[in-house]
């Protein structure tokens, strides 16, 4: 039995879901997103949450029953909420701003990298040192923050790069003379 896939999604103030077939429609304040679960599960809209059922007992069957809860509660807060990651850039004449959609990166490299916001998610630096990503989508949102990283990830050494904000980077000793 999934224990996640067991619990109800409670759909927030605000929130409203609609289920045609197999797709599930959820609105929101900040926005609307759809999700289509497999043939393996069935989607039932009660008063104020949605459940997902199991067709069935087979493995295929109860591996989507918890993966969907998953997505239907993603989509609920998403359209509620929002998702949030904030990256955080460390070195020396390393930093980021904002021009029009565009994130410029002084990264140390010869040039300044332009990364050009996509679709759907807000890209601010409200410092020179800092850079949030804010979005409805949690995979996209997930996504662009580790393109940003990606950039120049964090070096053992020194600890020079972007990082997620808390992420711990394991240092390495240096040379010994």
């Not at 949605?50 to 067709?55: D, F, N, Y």
């Not at 998702?83 to 955080?88: I, M, V």
Request: zero cysteines; glycine letters at 12%.
């Amino acid at each position: 039995m999934s224990r996640i896939g067991k619990k109800p999604v409670a759909l927030p103030k605000g929130v409203t879901a609609e289920i045609k077939g197999q797709t599930i429609e959820v609105k929101g304040p900040k926005g609307t997103r759809s999700f289509t679960a497999t043939d393996d599960v069935d989607l039932v809209l009660d008063e104020g949450s949605v459940a997902v059922k199991p067709r069935g007992t087979s493995k295929r069957a109860r591996q989507q029953w918890g993966m969907t809860r998953s997505m239907v509660e993603n989509l609920t807060v998403g359209v509620s909420e929002g998702f949030k990651k904030e990256l955080e850039i460390q070195g020396v004449g390393y930093r980021a701003t904002m021009q029009g959609k565009t994130l410029k990166l002084a990264l140390g490299y010869s040039h300044d990298v332009n990364f050009e916001t996509p679709e759907g998610v807000t890209i601010t630096a409200p410092k020179q040192t800092e850079i949030v990503v804010e979005g409805i989508d949690q995979q996209l949102v997930g996504q662009v923050a580790a393109n940003i990283r990606e950039w120049r990830k964090p070096e053992p050494y020194k600890g020079k790069g972007i990082r997620y904000k808390g992420e711990f980077v394991f240092r390495k000793e240096g040379k010994k003379k």
